[in-house]
Protein backbone atom coordinates (compact mmCIF):
# COMPACT_ATOMS: atom_id res chain seq x y z
CA UNK A 1 0.00 0.00 0.00
CA UNK A 2 1.32 3.17 -0.90
CA UNK A 3 0.35 6.27 1.68
CA UNK A 4 0.75 9.72 2.33
CA UNK A 5 3.41 10.79 4.59
CA UNK A 6 2.42 14.50 4.43
CA UNK A 7 6.13 15.25 3.59
CA UNK A 8 5.84 18.77 2.61
CA UNK A 9 3.15 19.47 5.29
CA UNK A 10 5.85 20.58 8.76
CA UNK A 11 7.42 22.59 5.95
CA UNK A 12 4.76 24.77 4.47
CA UNK A 13 2.86 25.06 7.93
CA UNK A 14 6.26 26.72 9.85
CA UNK A 15 4.93 29.91 9.35
CA UNK A 16 1.91 29.43 11.50
CA UNK A 17 3.90 27.72 14.24
CA UNK A 18 4.15 29.24 17.97
CA UNK A 19 6.82 27.13 19.87
CA UNK A 20 5.62 26.40 23.26
CA UNK A 21 7.52 28.98 26.15
CA UNK A 22 9.08 27.55 29.16
CA UNK A 23 6.46 26.13 31.84
CA UNK A 24 6.05 28.42 34.57
CA UNK A 25 5.55 27.00 37.94
CA UNK A 26 2.45 24.87 38.39
CA UNK A 27 2.20 24.14 34.46
CA UNK A 28 2.32 20.42 32.91
CA UNK A 29 5.37 20.12 31.97
CA UNK A 30 6.79 21.69 34.98
CA UNK A 31 5.71 18.95 37.01
CA UNK A 32 5.63 16.06 34.32
CA UNK A 33 8.88 14.93 32.79
CA UNK A 34 7.68 14.57 28.82
CA UNK A 35 9.79 13.75 25.90
CA UNK A 36 7.61 14.75 23.15
CA UNK A 37 7.14 12.73 20.12
CA UNK A 38 8.05 13.68 16.48
CA UNK A 39 6.53 12.46 13.59
CA UNK A 40 8.89 9.40 12.85
CA UNK A 41 8.20 8.62 17.02
CA UNK A 42 4.75 8.46 16.23
CA UNK A 43 4.93 6.21 13.15
CA UNK A 44 6.89 3.86 15.07
CA UNK A 45 5.34 3.78 17.65
CA UNK A 46 2.84 2.00 15.90
CA UNK A 47 0.02 3.69 16.77
CA UNK A 48 -4.14 3.16 16.83
CA UNK A 49 -4.69 3.98 13.24
CA UNK A 50 -8.26 4.40 11.33
CA UNK A 51 -8.38 1.62 8.61
CA UNK A 52 -11.11 -0.75 6.78
CA UNK A 53 -11.68 -2.30 10.46
CA UNK A 54 -11.03 1.01 12.61
CA UNK A 55 -14.45 3.24 11.66
CA UNK A 56 -16.36 4.57 13.95
CA UNK A 57 -15.92 6.84 17.24
CA UNK A 58 -18.46 5.60 19.76
CA UNK A 59 -19.92 7.78 22.43
CA UNK A 60 -21.61 6.59 26.04
CA UNK A 61 -23.04 9.07 28.78
CA UNK A 62 -22.77 8.40 31.92
CA UNK A 63 -25.13 10.15 34.23
CA UNK A 64 -27.57 12.21 33.68
CA UNK A 65 -27.19 16.34 31.90
CA UNK A 66 -29.61 19.54 31.64
CA UNK A 67 -30.39 20.97 28.26
CA UNK A 68 -27.98 22.96 27.89
CA UNK A 69 -25.10 20.56 28.97
CA UNK A 70 -26.94 17.96 25.88
CA UNK A 71 -26.55 20.73 23.36
CA UNK A 72 -22.73 21.50 24.05
CA UNK A 73 -22.47 17.42 24.06
CA UNK A 74 -24.45 17.27 20.92
CA UNK A 75 -21.98 20.36 19.40
CA UNK A 76 -19.40 18.36 20.38
CA UNK A 77 -19.97 15.00 18.59
CA UNK A 78 -20.34 16.93 15.25
CA UNK A 79 -16.90 19.11 15.73
CA UNK A 80 -15.43 15.12 16.70
CA UNK A 81 -17.06 14.28 13.11
CA UNK A 82 -15.26 16.69 11.76
CA UNK A 83 -11.49 16.57 13.51
CA UNK A 84 -11.46 12.85 12.88
CA UNK A 85 -13.11 12.88 9.98
CA UNK A 86 -15.08 9.65 11.32
CA UNK A 87 -19.16 8.99 12.01
CA UNK A 88 -19.55 9.64 15.75
CA UNK A 89 -22.54 7.70 17.30
CA UNK A 90 -24.54 7.64 20.65
CA UNK A 91 -24.16 4.07 21.73
CA UNK A 92 -25.18 4.08 25.38
CA UNK A 93 -26.40 5.64 28.01
CA UNK A 94 -25.56 4.68 31.61
CA UNK A 95 -27.22 6.18 34.84
CA UNK A 96 -24.66 7.21 37.44
CA UNK A 97 -26.66 4.72 39.91
CA UNK A 98 -25.06 1.95 38.12
CA UNK A 99 -21.61 3.15 39.13
CA UNK A 100 -20.52 0.99 42.48
CA UNK A 101 -19.85 3.19 45.36
CA UNK A 102 -16.08 1.73 45.18
CA UNK A 103 -15.74 3.81 42.02
CA UNK A 104 -17.83 7.04 43.47
CA UNK A 105 -16.55 9.89 46.23
CA UNK A 106 -16.33 12.43 47.49
CA UNK A 107 -13.81 14.96 47.27
CA UNK A 108 -12.15 14.78 50.50
CA UNK A 109 -11.44 18.35 50.48
CA UNK A 110 -13.72 20.41 47.79
CA UNK A 111 -16.94 17.87 48.18
CA UNK A 112 -17.36 17.05 44.54
CA UNK A 113 -19.06 14.21 43.44
CA UNK A 114 -16.60 12.19 41.70
CA UNK A 115 -16.75 9.33 39.14
CA UNK A 116 -12.91 6.70 39.32
CA UNK A 117 -12.08 7.44 35.98
CA UNK A 118 -10.36 4.08 35.23
CA UNK A 119 -13.20 1.88 36.47
CA UNK A 120 -15.33 3.96 33.04
CA UNK A 121 -12.13 2.69 31.14
CA UNK A 122 -11.83 -0.73 31.91
CA UNK A 123 -15.04 -1.93 33.32
CA UNK A 124 -17.87 0.26 31.37
CA UNK A 125 -16.49 0.76 27.94
CA UNK A 126 -13.07 -2.09 27.12
CA UNK A 127 -16.14 -4.93 27.63
CA UNK A 128 -18.54 -2.98 25.49
CA UNK A 129 -16.47 -1.83 22.70
CA UNK A 130 -17.50 -2.48 19.77
CA UNK A 131 -15.21 -4.34 17.06
CA UNK A 132 -15.39 -1.54 14.56
CA UNK A 133 -14.72 1.51 17.42
CA UNK A 134 -11.64 3.74 16.49
CA UNK A 135 -12.38 5.37 19.65
CA UNK A 136 -15.00 4.14 22.36
CA UNK A 137 -15.22 7.52 24.38
CA UNK A 138 -17.26 8.16 27.53
CA UNK A 139 -18.51 11.33 28.97
CA UNK A 140 -20.14 12.65 32.24
CA UNK A 141 -21.40 15.91 33.51
CA UNK A 142 -19.98 14.20 36.92
CA UNK A 143 -15.96 15.42 37.78
CA UNK A 144 -13.81 13.00 37.52
CA UNK A 145 -10.32 11.24 39.25
CA UNK A 146 -8.18 8.65 37.87
CA UNK A 147 -7.04 7.34 41.55
CA UNK A 148 -4.99 7.50 44.94
CA UNK A 149 -2.95 10.94 44.78
CA UNK A 150 -5.13 12.75 42.64
CA UNK A 151 -7.72 15.73 42.87
CA UNK A 152 -9.52 15.53 39.73
CA UNK A 153 -8.61 15.11 35.88
CA UNK A 154 -10.53 16.71 32.96
CA UNK A 155 -9.94 13.34 30.95
CA UNK A 156 -8.24 10.12 30.83
CA UNK A 157 -7.52 7.59 27.56
CA UNK A 158 -5.86 5.01 27.11
CA UNK A 159 -3.02 4.82 24.09
CA UNK A 160 -3.51 0.94 23.30
CA UNK A 161 -7.07 0.12 24.10
CA UNK A 162 -9.18 2.99 22.11
CA UNK A 163 -11.39 4.02 25.02
CA UNK A 164 -11.11 7.50 26.57
CA UNK A 165 -13.53 9.67 29.62
CA UNK A 166 -13.59 12.88 29.58
CA UNK A 167 -16.50 14.99 31.91
CA UNK A 168 -17.59 18.48 31.28
CA UNK A 169 -17.89 19.19 35.05
CA UNK A 170 -15.18 22.09 34.94
CA UNK A 171 -16.31 23.91 31.47
CA UNK A 172 -18.50 25.93 33.03
CA UNK A 173 -22.14 26.31 33.42
CA UNK A 174 -23.26 26.65 29.62
CA UNK A 175 -27.04 27.28 30.42
CA UNK A 176 -25.85 30.86 32.20
CA UNK A 177 -25.26 33.08 28.72
CA UNK A 178 -24.51 32.65 25.40
CA UNK A 179 -20.63 33.54 26.39
CA UNK A 180 -20.53 30.79 29.50
CA UNK A 181 -22.05 28.37 26.60
CA UNK A 182 -19.34 29.74 23.87
CA UNK A 183 -16.78 28.62 26.84
CA UNK A 184 -18.14 25.38 27.75
CA UNK A 185 -18.23 24.65 24.09
CA UNK A 186 -14.76 25.30 23.71
CA UNK A 187 -13.34 23.11 26.59
CA UNK A 188 -15.15 20.17 25.99
CA UNK A 189 -14.43 20.18 22.37
CA UNK A 190 -10.79 20.44 23.70
CA UNK A 191 -10.63 17.80 26.13
CA UNK A 192 -12.69 15.46 23.64
CA UNK A 193 -10.24 16.07 21.11
CA UNK A 194 -7.09 15.83 23.20
CA UNK A 195 -8.34 12.68 24.33
CA UNK A 196 -9.16 11.16 21.25
CA UNK A 197 -5.88 12.36 20.17
CA UNK A 198 -4.04 10.22 23.02
CA UNK A 199 -6.36 6.78 21.83
CA UNK A 200 -4.44 7.51 17.95
CA UNK A 201 -1.43 6.91 20.19
CA UNK A 202 -0.54 10.76 20.21
CA UNK A 203 1.83 11.95 23.06
CA UNK A 204 1.56 14.98 24.60
CA UNK A 205 3.30 17.96 22.65
CA UNK A 206 6.26 19.41 24.39
CA UNK A 207 7.12 21.47 21.24
CA UNK A 208 4.35 24.09 20.16
CA UNK A 209 1.76 25.42 21.30
CA UNK A 210 -0.94 22.84 20.35
CA UNK A 211 -4.09 21.05 21.21
CA UNK A 212 -2.03 17.84 22.69
CA UNK A 213 -0.42 19.88 25.02
CA UNK A 214 -0.89 18.66 28.61
CA UNK A 215 -2.41 21.11 31.08
CA UNK A 216 -2.63 21.12 35.08
CA UNK A 217 -5.05 23.81 35.71
CA UNK A 218 -7.92 26.19 33.74
CA UNK A 219 -5.52 28.78 32.96
CA UNK A 220 -3.67 26.64 31.18
CA UNK A 221 -6.23 25.05 29.47
CA UNK A 222 -7.78 28.35 28.26
CA UNK A 223 -4.89 28.87 27.19
CA UNK A 224 -4.56 26.13 24.77
CA UNK A 225 -5.34 26.33 21.05
CA UNK A 226 -8.36 24.33 19.64
CA UNK A 227 -5.80 22.88 16.62
CA UNK A 228 -2.61 21.01 16.35
CA UNK A 229 0.52 21.89 15.77
CA UNK A 230 2.09 21.13 12.42
CA UNK A 231 4.08 18.22 13.73
CA UNK A 232 0.81 16.86 15.48
CA UNK A 233 -1.30 17.82 12.44
CA UNK A 234 0.90 15.46 10.18
CA UNK A 235 0.42 12.87 12.79
CA UNK A 236 -3.34 12.75 12.83
CA UNK A 237 -3.81 13.55 9.01
CA UNK A 238 -1.18 10.28 8.37
CA UNK A 239 -3.39 8.76 10.37
CA UNK A 240 -6.63 9.27 8.92
CA UNK A 241 -5.26 10.17 5.39
CA UNK A 242 -7.56 12.72 4.59
CA UNK A 243 -6.80 15.69 2.09
CA UNK A 244 -5.08 18.56 4.16
CA UNK A 245 -6.50 21.41 2.94
CA UNK A 246 -10.56 20.39 2.29
CA UNK A 247 -10.01 19.24 6.09
CA UNK A 248 -8.93 22.08 7.61
CA UNK A 249 -11.68 23.97 5.40
CA UNK A 250 -14.17 22.43 6.84
CA UNK A 251 -12.62 23.01 10.50
CA UNK A 252 -12.29 26.65 10.04
CA UNK A 253 -16.33 26.62 8.94
CA UNK A 254 -17.02 24.65 11.93
CA UNK A 255 -15.47 27.12 14.01
CA UNK A 256 -16.67 30.04 12.64
CA UNK A 257 -19.96 29.30 12.71
CA UNK A 258 -19.98 28.18 16.77
CA UNK A 259 -17.86 31.44 17.75
CA UNK A 260 -14.55 29.34 17.96
CA UNK A 261 -11.58 31.87 17.58
CA UNK A 262 -9.61 29.51 15.69
CA UNK A 263 -11.14 29.93 12.42
CA UNK A 264 -8.74 32.18 11.17
CA UNK A 265 -6.36 29.95 12.19
CA UNK A 266 -7.27 27.27 9.94
CA UNK A 267 -8.31 29.03 7.59
CA UNK A 268 -4.73 30.44 6.64
CA UNK A 269 -3.50 26.62 7.27
CA UNK A 270 -5.85 25.32 4.32
CA UNK A 271 -4.39 28.09 2.20
CA UNK A 272 -0.77 26.90 2.61
CA UNK A 273 -1.21 24.17 1.82
CA UNK A 274 -3.15 24.14 -1.39
CA UNK A 275 -1.31 22.44 -3.90
ZN1 LIG B 1 -3.34 14.47 27.81
ZN1 LIG C 1 1.71 19.45 18.69
Redo the contacts with the bound molecule.
Sequence with gaps: MTENLYPELEDRLRPLVEPLAPPRPGEWLAEHREKGQMFRQYLAANPVRRDRDLTTIYLCVIGECDTAQQSVIDITREFLVIFFDSPVVVRRTVPASAIPNTAKRKHPDWGDRQLLAPYILHEILEPDRPDDALAYLALTARDLWPGDGWNFVYGQANLRRRVGVWSIYRNGYPGKNAEAFRVCLRRTAMTAAHETGHILTMMH?T??R????GCNHAEERDSTPLR??P???RKLLWNLQVEPSGYLRRLAEFCAAHGLGEAEWFGRAAELLVV
Excluded: A, I, K, Q
Design positions: CMNCLMNLCVCL
